[in-house]
């Protein structure tokens, strides 16, 4: 056998069924040099599985990563053969949604399946944006959710599916793009089809905060949202605007308020807001205690799907006030009831162990579980596991690491993200130059784009770090993570010179004679 030509014998080999190869490999050495890939890329043409132009596309970009025999390993799986409608294969994403390889072929493959499935289509198109841009990824994502538009638009009866697609292409619009304009005008046609409609004003209330800072009609939009239909949701944004950027305290502690009783899951807000605004951690957490919040989760006829986000909700409410214990258990109680992992429940209880109680082996953990079931790409978890490395010492590894978040599109049009890994980056460099670059970017986004996180976000580990290195300026670098989670005023920062030097240009926060509180009208 082993005389015959050896293109004769791989093409004799590409008709072995796979699960065979392995015995076929160890028979003798020329044998396993044959099964080589030109041999795993003829029987994956062969295969039914990668017919279809969006299929293709899928395959032309696997194989430049990987290789056809990682190809053939994939379409081999026995559940992947046979999708015979949308519901079965919309299932199975939701079953896969950590295993961004599967899920990617399993959309492309759907599509050329049911090519005219605009669930498929805003599906894949959501798929994109869920990870870094690569070979314009991002672009065809708006497509995607321009063609599943234009799919509803001849269907009747799926004019809710179409406004759908049409929020999220603004938001990406004006995150992912900076397309201010174009976002703009759609939120503009959104309200044309739905003028009655509280939550469309809502997304465009923050939209016009956070990207085109249009604050005298995001001030006229959370109002009309609120007389529309007060969800807690719209309080909690309107309690933020007033914080954050109409540094209106007295309303928008009148708001939180309102949005916990009328949404027990909004506690949490009220309670970073009291935490952070007030000091009054103590009274916050006694307060926890009695709210309607904590009656909810202890409340035994609660329905299953309830409960998943009120314990959740009730573990972040107890971290805001420092309540560790009890955010600890709250938080391990969610992973115990929820149906699959929660990556926002695991970097929580992950920032807990790392910051609250230096314990980098559970944190690391959590950390792990999380960055996988995300599919290996969170932005926030990303850099959270560059904070763990910076605070166990691991400069090196952790700098490198953070320095590429950091000047990757990806984490830069995510502003919060993008800002707490430079605070990160500043308190670990060494050079001097590049720390004067980076403290301007901080500037930057904290006093010209007024970015704040909407809870705390904790720098406790990286901090005890740059104490006990005796950082020459570790006031100033404890004084900017405490202003960032709006502990104080950004004034503050002015008594170093340091800071003060720095040249940006002016906040876009409206003038105090610009905008009247909430409940002045």
Not at 380 to 398: I, R, S
Request: glycine content about 2%; proline content about 2%.
């Amino acid at each position: 056998f082993n005389t015959l030509p050896h293109e004769l014998i791989q093409k004799i080999f590409s008709f072995v069924e796979v699960k065979d190869f392995i015995s076929v490999r160890s028979c003798c050495k020329l044998w396993n040099i044959l099964l080589s890939e030109h041999v795993w890329k003829k029987i994956c043409l062969r295969k039914n599985f990668i017919i279809g132009n969006r299929t293709r596309e899928f395959v032309s970009n696997f194989i430049a990563k990987y290789s056809w025999q990682s190809l053939l390993r994939l379409i081999e799986s026995k559940d992947l053969h046979k999708f015979e409608s949308v519901k079965e294969i919309t299932e199975y994403i939701s079953e896969i949604e950590d295993k961004f390889i599967r899920l990617n072929y399993v959309l492309h493959r759907g599509l050329d399946l049911f090519p005219e499935d605009y669930v498929l289509i805003r599906e894949l198109g959501d798929f994109y944006f869920k990870q870094p841009e690569e070979d314009n990824s991002w672009t065809k994502g708006i497509e995607l959710y321009e063609e599943a538009e234009s799919i509803c638009e001849k269907k009747s009866g799926e004019e809710n599916f179409k406004y759908i697609c049409l929020l999220r292409r603004a938001y990406y619009l004006a995150r992912n793009f900076n397309k201010i304009t174009e976002a703009n005008n759609i939120y503009k046609m959104l309200l044309k089809y739905l003028p009655h409609n509280s939550f469309i004003r809502e997304r465009y209330a923050v939209f016009l905060i956070e990207y085109a800072k249009d604050f005298i009609n995001a001030d006229r939009m959370l109002r009309q949202a609120i007389e529309i239909y007060a969800t807690g949701s719209v309080l909690s944004e309107a309690a933020i605007f007033e914080w954050h950027f109409k540094k209106n305290i007295r309303d928008a502690q009148h708001l939180f308020n309102l949005a916990s009783r009328f949404d027990a899951t909004q506690w949490y807000y009220y309670s970073n807001f009291l935490a952070r605004c007030f000091n009054q951690k103590k009274q916050t957490y006694e307060l926890l205690k009695a709210s309607t919040l904590q009656q909810a989760v202890d409340n035994p006829n609660e329905n299953e799907q309830s409960k998943d986000e009120l314990i959740f909700s009730l573990g972040l409410a107890y971290h805001q006030v420092d309540a560790f214990d009890e955010a600890e258990l709250y938080y391990k109680k969610h992973l115990e009831i929820s149906k699959k992992p929660n990556v926002c429940t695991l970097a929580n209880l992950a920032e807990l162990y790392l910051h609250a109680r230096l314990d980098f082996k559970k944190a690391e953990e959590c950390y792990q579980q999380a960055y996988i079931f995300s599919g290996g790409y969170n932005e926030v978890v990303q850099v959270a596991m560059t904070a763990l490395l910076l605070a166990q010492n691991k400069l090196n590894e952790g700098l490198t690491q953070l320095k590429k978040l950091i000047n990757s599109k990806w984490i830069q049009v995510a502003k919060n993200t993008y800002t707490e890994a430079c605070i990160l980056y500043y308190i670990h460099l060494n050079d001097e130059n590049e720390k004067l670059h980076i403290l301007k970017q901080i500037k930057l986004q904290m006093y010209t784009y007024n970015v704040r996180p909407r809870l705390i976000l904790m720098f406790d580990a990286n901090l005890k770090w740059a104490c006990d290195q005796q950082l020459p300026n570790f006031d100033l670098i404890k004084a900017i993570t405490q202003v960032y989670n709006c502990e104080f005023d950004i004034s503050k920062l002015n008594d170093w010179n340091e800071w003060k030097s720095i040249e940006v240009p002016d906040s876009i926060l409206p003038k105090s004679d610009q905008l009247v509180g909430i409940f002045n009208n």
